[in-house]
């Protein structure tokens, strides 16, 4: 193992990390803004809108992502009214595509998280806001979606390490995200272990500071849960108790 | 409609006994990567639970860098870096030979190692959720250690554990179209050629995908039915 290769491969397996982190990213925020009317519609009281949010979930974790992906980057061109369409140039971008397949799957994932927090939401509560005079919508807007998505948010953290996990086969649709530099490195210099040892410390790393920065925003939001200071009364009584 | 039935019926230009074949090895790797993850599962949750420092260490090892790296990764590691491996052997013992691993072997190992760290911690957790008095309890009418495991802790971790190791399979089920990426003629490895072939990606790939989705629902029915059948002792009425 020589410098200039070990040069090689963190400089292009950074240039990847910079691409898997825009992926995941732009995948994260699409999804999770896309979940929420798909978990409205999915326990929506009306049977038009329940059941096709209903058939897109169950399809979309029902199949492997990576036959949606395919679908999406290889498939769509099959027909000329999307080759003739405005999408085109994103269409036919891998690194678009990426992006687009990300959210759609990781949107259908979070829509059924999102829909057991909303059913979790206890009944009293939608109720008081309807006896105060709130519509139906207005309840969902600020008292039941506000209360479950607080609930959803610790899951968050997971929810993101796994998309960035199933990021990395993009590279199967010609991006170039760590997974894709480090295995154009390995098919040029038929070098296994540098490179794709890299890559998996890079993901590894990539876990941890998520993982990191998760419970640091957690921390922060439930600031309001800290419980205040004791007073010196509890203090001593405390005390004696030991 | 009838160019679609062409394309992927059974007739002597269509795609469908090349699917079904496809179809067929996508379930073996699935199936054999599960079961492998099993056993290593409870390996794994014997090392945890029971291990000593060492085999603890390993364990939580495994567990923590396969839970956290990308599947395919993985795969490409087990598949290449096993070939080299490999063929490093080989060439020491008799130079010149090149040896090819089987796409096949490297998708079952390296999937059953992913599917096993996942297991490891279902089993860890469903035999901590045993009642110790159980245990304790077979113990007192004699009965040897690999028998109080074999026919009081298992069965009951099994009932607890079954919705978490049904999923698990479900998403190995799902993880098993990955291996296409090293060339197993797989249901998308198949799906890939047609593709090729008739100039319409889109369809085979749907039909993959309704594939899966089949095999998915299929799955759930059967593992609705073995978790009432593992949990039929605990039902009320």
């Known amino acids: ?242 | 409609m009838s160019d679609l039935i062409g394309l992927i019926g059974f007739g002597d230009k269509g795609w469908g006994f090349a699917l079904l074949g496809g179809a067929i090895v996508t379930v073996e790797v699935a199936a054999s990567a599960y079961l492998l993850g099993l056993a290593i599962g409870l390996l794994g949750a014997a090392a945890k639970l029971r291990g000593g420092r060492i085999a603890r260490g390993i364990a939580e090892t495994y567990t923590t860098v396969v839970r956290g790296l990308p599947e395919i990764l993985l795969i490409l590691f087990v598949y290449y870096g096993g070939t080299s491996a490999v063929r490093g052997l080989a060439g020491l013992v008799a130079p010149g030979v090149t040896i090819e691993i089987d796409a096949f072997a490297a998708g079952v190992a390296a999937l059953g190692l992913i599917s096993g760290a996942y297991s490891t911690e279902v089993f860890r957790g469903a035999i901590l959720a045993v009642a110790s008095g159980q245990r304790e309890a077979a113990q007192a009418l004699g009965l040897g250690r690999w028998l109080v495991f074999r026919k009081v802790v298992l069965p009951q971790a099994l009932a607890v554990g079954m919705p978490a190791l049904g999923n698990l399979w479900l998403v190995t089920l799902k993880d098993s179209a990955l291996i296409s990426v090293v060339g197993l003629r797989d249901l998308v490895g198949i799906a890939a050629s047609g593709a090729a072939f008739s100039r319409q990606p889109f369809t085979f790939y749907m039909v993959v995908a309704l594939i899966f989705l089949t095999l998915s629902l299929v799955s759930m029915l059967a593992l609705g039915a073995m978790e009432r059948r593992l949990t039929r002792g605990r039902r009320e009425g």
């Open chain 1, 1 to 242: 193992m020589d410098a200039a290769f070990i040069q090689r491969i963190v400089g292009n397996l950074l240039d990847g990390l910079v691409v898997t982190l825009i992926v995941v990213a732009a995948s994260m925020v699409a999804g999770n803004l896309l979940a929420v009317p798909l978990a409205l519609a999915r326990i929506s009281p009306r049977r038009w809108l329940r059941w096709p949010a209903y058939v897109y979930i169950l399809f979309m974790r029902g199949t492997p992502l990576i036959v949606q992906m395919y679908m999406i980057y290889f498939g769509l061109a099959q027909f000329r009214e999307v080759r003739q369409s405005f999408l085109w140039p994103l269409l036919r971008d891998p690194v678009w595509c990426a992006i687009i397949s990300l959210s759609l799957n990781t949107a259908a994932y979070s829509a059924e998280i999102l829909r057991g927090a909303i059913q979790g939401v206890p009944k009293g509560l939608p109720e008081a806001g309807r006896s105060i005079g709130l519509r139906d919508g207005q309840v969902m807007r600020l008292i039941t979606l506000p209360l479950a998505i607080r609930q959803v948010l610790p899951s968050l953290a997971n929810e993101t390490i796994l998309l960035l996990k199933a990021s990395a086969i993009v590279f199967t649709i010609t991006v170039r995200d760590i997974m894709g530099e480090a295995n154009i490195i390995r098919a040029q210099t038929f070098r296994t272990y540098e490179p794709l040892i890299t890559a998996a410390l890079l993901y590894l790393a990539l876990t941890f500071l998520i993982t990191m920065a998760f419970r640091l925003v957690e921390k922060r939001m439930g600031r309001h849960l800290v419980r205040q200071p004791k007073t010196i009364e509890e203090e001593l009584r405390d005390l004696t108790v030991r």
